[in-house]
């Protein structure tokens, strides 16, 4: 079906309608789905929002595993309740996707056979419950600073989506970092667990923003449309301006030795990530890669008679509601 009506897309080249779709870009109009766009506006926006999607799906399983686990019951449906979120936030972002004219279906069939990714921050494994503090600390700080801005982008259903996944992924960032204060104040055992979780998920948080701009192929043209409203660098600076005091106020170190605040620039200067590693988990090779797209594939399989007797039941549905008219 996607295939099918991007090629009917006659006009999608034309000069003109493309001077005008990049008027009202620029003028701050909400694109909505039955405008004309361009065939790269609209692929763009598959991959993002698929993309996204799928993050907040898989981003479910590192922490759902450590439900049973939680320290305390308080802390177990705190971490019921985020899970329960990640899953309504990749059901906005699959609906905002199925605008653009393709079904939730085959975005899931492009993750599952390699067409389509999610954020590389979910193929690192969460040993223990400091990690899990880590995670809503980092990882949603992270998201945070992704996502505030995409509120304004420049797709309507997409913006609006952002508006609730913003205000929930709030919480959660608050959530976690209060759990790895506890630890951080507690026994001199657990300070060492959160100061261990830092150290393996500083740098993999970095990474969630994507490659630096120099090597990024998507940022340009992502921005001049306003899909995008920041850079990666400019985005990955302000995380660790932000997170920097926030760890010093726990007592915990940055495993970067070369952090150090500039005058100059008012920005810390920090080291980038392992750009290698990167790239290396984007291909596949990642911790956690396998077991993850085990886990989505497992689902998918399993569901699928869920998905049969609801399509079937639809079918019933029209055919009778056709008979009767």
């Not at 361009?38 to 999607?53: D, F, M, N, S, V």
Request: charged share 25%.
């Amino acid at each position: 079906m996607y295939a099918q009506m991007i090629k009917s897309e006659a006009t999608q080249d034309d000069p003109e309608k493309l001077a005008a779709f990049q008027a009202r870009i620029d003028a701050g109009e909400k694109i909505e789905p039955k405008d004309w766009m361009p065939e790269g506006y609209r692929k763009t926006l598959i991959r993002q929002i698929g993309q996204h999607a799928h993050s907040e799906i898989v981003g479910q399983l590192p922490e759902g595993n450590w439900i049973t686990r939680a320290p305390t019951l308080e802390r177990k449906a705190i971490l019921l309740a985020k899970v329960q979120d990640e899953a309504g936030h990749g059901l906005y972002l699959y609906c905002a996707a199925e605008t653009l004219g393709v079904s939730r279906d085959e975005i899931t069939e492009m993750l599952l056979d390699g067409r389509m990714k999610y954020s590389s921050i979910f193929n690192y494994p969460t040993l223990n419950w400091a990690d899990i503090g880590a995670v809503g600390w980092l990882v949603d700080g992270a998201a945070i600073m992704n996502q505030v801005p995409l509120q304004r982008t420049s797709f309507g259903p997409y913006s609006r989506a952002m508006i609730r996944i913003c205000k929930e992924e709030s919480f959660h960032q608050r959530q976690g970092y209060d759990a790895i204060r506890k630890m951080a104040e507690g026994t001199p055992e657990q300070k060492k667990m959160a100061q261990d979780a830092l150290n393996r998920l500083w740098y993999p948080s970095l990474m969630m923003f994507g490659p630096s701009d120099k090597d990024s192929v998507h940022s340009a043209q992502s921005m001049a449309w306003k899909i995008k409203m920041n850079t990666n660098d400019e985005l990955r600076q302000k995380f660790v301006d932000q997170t920097v005091p926030q760890a010093e106020y726990l007592g915990l170190t940055i495993p970067d030795p070369d952090l150090k605040w500039n005058e100059e620039r008012g920005h810390y200067d920090y080291t980038d990530p392992d750009w290698s590693e990167f790239f290396d988990v984007i291909k596949g090779n990642g911790p956690c890669n396998v077991d993850r797209l085990a886990a989505r594939n497992k689902a998918w399989d399993d569901g699928a008679w869920v998905r049969d007797g609801l399509l079937a039941h639809a079918k019933k549905k029209a055919a009778r509601q056709h008979a009767a008219e």
